[in-house]
């Protein structure tokens, strides 16, 4: 099992920066690659970004690339997405999940364990 608990969602207006971050707890050994994930109300849950334990490979959504950066932090098993130029699209329930695969990060399949979500309300 693999517990996460993620934080630093809020309401920013059009233009500001959140960052959110993830920590891992419990059997994080086999972890390969953390993700984030967003799903907007009425609308299914959408790929944002995603990041490979040992190497630090990064992988992002078209929607958010070059406004957005995750990072991790091994020893702390912790994963941040920095969010800046923030728009009112990015309005959604942001979660991240853990992956002990080793392709296909962008797929919601390759995910076990997926953390609570944490809102981010973007206003015009």
């Known amino acids: 099992q693999v517990q996460l608990v993620e934080s630093g969602g809020g309401l920013v207006q059009a233009g500001g920066s959140l960052r959110l971050s993830c920590a891992a707890s419990?059997?994080?050994?086999?972890?390969?690659?953390m993700g984030w994930f967003r799903q907007a109300p009425g609308k299914e849950r959408e790929f944002v970004a995603a990041?490979?334990?040992?190497?630090?490979?990064?992988l992002y959504a078209d929607s958010v690339k070059g406004r957005f950066t995750i990072s991790r932090v091994n020893p702390k098993n912790t994963v941040y997405l920095q969010m800046n130029s923030l728009k009112p699209e990015d309005t959604a329930v942001y979660y991240c999940?853990?992956?002990?695969?080793?392709?296909?990060?962008?797929?919601?399949?390759?995910?076990?364990?997926w953390g609570q979500g944490t809102q981010v309300t973007v206003s015009s």
């Open positions: 999940a853990t992956s002990r695969t080793t392709r296909r990060y962008y797929d919601y399949d390759a995910y076990d364990y």
């Open positions: 419990g059997r994080t050994f086999s972890i390969t690659a």
């Open positions: 990041i490979t334990w040992s190497v630090g490979s990064t």
